[in-house]
């Protein structure tokens, strides 16, 4: 069945650090891969998404590609901000009609000032 | 526009005791899906309900139902709780749920706690 694999945790950045989260999966046919981010006490919030190989998705200085030759879909930031301490979902829908979401285990980012 | 919202935001239970929870989806959205959250599983996909109907279930025992009423708003019912029920319940709303593009928005979630 359909996985996704993050990179283990936590990881801890000095603010203005570069950042990035490595994630792979596992689909048959042609997923779409999303990130998500839940800040404390909060749900998840969509970061940012791509629905074909080779697209890009960016929102708020993240961004991530989704490389089908390589499975991957890896989150990165050029510059971190104290205010992105969260968990960060990487995750999948398969490429059907339903839009059941896989997600992997999630990574918990501090960043200090 | 307002979010998808959850009621309670929080509940006490112990076991043996039935649960339900609530989600109200983000306006015109008819589609909500419900995951359960916990630190040694991870977010897990319980069920999609569209149109009042059940249109993809996940891997969870019976004791886990829901339903969907004609405003789209939406419930979940956990019987006979077990402490291993204990909990963050997300519910998201899509506008169709049709297709993997669509973006799913969260609510905040029920924390439930099985005593």
């Known amino acids: 069945g359909d996985s996704v694999t993050q990179m283990e945790g936590p990881v801890t950045l000095s603010e203005e650090a570069f950042l990035t989260i490595n994630c792979t999966y596992t689909?048959?046919?042609?997923?779409?891969l999303f990130w998500y981010v839940q800040y404390p006490g909060e749900g998840l919030q969509l970061l940012l998404k791509?629905?074909?190989?080779?697209d890009k998705g960016s929102n708020k200085g993240f961004e991530a590609t989704y490389r089908k030759e390589t499975t991957s879909f890896h989150l990165e930031k050029g510059s971190v901000q104290v205010s992105d301490s969260a968990v960060y979902f990487c995750?999948?829908?398969?490429?059907?009609?339903?839009?059941?979401?896989?997600f992997g285990k999630g990574i918990t980012l501090s960043v200090r000032p | 526009k307002a979010g998808v919202t959850q009621t309670p935001r929080y509940l006490i239970k112990t076991r043996g005791q039935q649960v339900t929870l609530s989600c109200s989806p983000i306006?015109?959205?008819?589609?909500v899906s419900w995951y359960q959250q916990t630190p040694g599983q991870g977010l897990q996909f319980l069920f999609e309900?569209?149109?009042?109907?059940?249109?993809n279930k996940g891997n969870f025992p019976g004791r886990f139902s829901g339903r969907q009423f004609s405003n789209s708003r939406s419930e979940m019912n956990v019987s006979t709780l077990e402490l291993g029920d204990s909990a963050l319940y997300l519910c998201?709303?899509?506008?169709?749920?049709?297709?993997?593009?669509?973006?799913?928005?969260f609510g905040p979630g029920t924390r439930l706690l099985v005593l």
């Open positions: 791509a629905t074909k190989a080779d």
């Open positions: 309900y569209f149109s009042e109907t059940q249109r």
């Open positions: 689909a048959t046919g042609y997923p779409s």
């Open positions: 998201a709303s899509s506008w169709a749920g049709q297709g993997s593009q669509e973006t799913q928005y």
């Open positions: 306006s015109g959205h008819r589609s």
């Open positions: 995750a999948l829908s398969d490429g059907g009609a339903n839009s059941k979401l896989t």
